[in-house]
């Protein structure tokens, strides 16, 4: 019995320590392309495990990235913050893959496999709205800057 109390205790240590070197690593972005009008595609190396995190993570970079990148006024804005997955490639080497190519780069490999970690819709005159892979969560943001999740009801058909 004490020797399953201390393999569970030292699992939970080291799980413990995984998680926090994992959200203590900053976030690379890798690369950042604007269509100048209504979105803006980040590139990134990974993002914090939970969703919270994430949003947190987006809050604290959106006035560096609304600065360096202004969208349109008055109009929605969507940033897509992408995983970088295996790097860039090109169309030949994955034909098959769902892709994102970004025509700032100028050279062959310019495409990254689609695989999209948070999706941030901000809207002139609704409260932004955070969708986080896969799909199953949604939050959107108070006028008091709190996180509420979106419970969506589906209707049998």
């Known amino acids: 019995m004490?020797?399953?109390?201390?393999?569970?205790?030292?699992?939970?240590?080291?799980?413990?320590?995984?998680?926090?070197l994992w959200?203590?690593?900053?976030?690379?972005?890798?690369?950042?392309?604007?269509?100048?009008?209504?979105?803006?595609?980040?590139?990134?190396?990974?993002m914090p495990w939970t969703d919270r995190d994430k949003i947190d993570w987006y809050l604290a970079h959106q006035k560096q990235i609304k600065n360096?990148?202004?969208?349109?006024?008055?109009?929605?804005?969507?940033?897509?913050?992408?995983?970088?997955?295996?790097?860039?490639?090109?169309?030949?080497?994955?034909?098959?893959?769902?892709?994102?190519?970004?025509?700032t780069i100028k050279n062959d490999n310019n495409c990254i496999v689609k695989y999209p970690l948070l999706i941030v819709d901000e809207y002139p005159y609704?409260?932004?709205?955070?969708?986080?892979?896969p799909w199953e969560n949604e939050y959107e943001l108070t006028p008091e800057n709190k996180l509420e999740r979106i419970y969506h009801e589906y209707l049998p058909e």
């Not at 004490?2 to 926090?20: E, Q, V």
């Not at 976030?27 to 009008?37: E, K, Q």
């Not at 490639?89 to 893959?97: C, G, I």
């Not at 609704?126 to 892979?133: L, Q």
């Open 2 to 20: 004490k020797n399953k109390t201390l393999k569970t205790a030292a699992f939970l240590f080291i799980a413990s320590g995984l998680y926090n």
């Open 23 to 46: 959200t203590l690593r900053p976030v690379d972005i890798l690369y950042i392309y604007s269509d100048a009008g209504w979105s803006v595609d980040l590139v990134v190396d990974h």
């Open 68 to 103: 360096k990148y202004p969208l349109l006024d008055g109009e929605q804005h969507n940033y897509y913050i992408w995983d970088i997955g295996n790097g860039f490639t090109n169309y030949n080497n994955s034909p098959h893959e769902d892709l994102l190519c970004l025509p």
């Open 126 to 133: 609704r409260n932004a709205r955070f969708s986080v892979y």
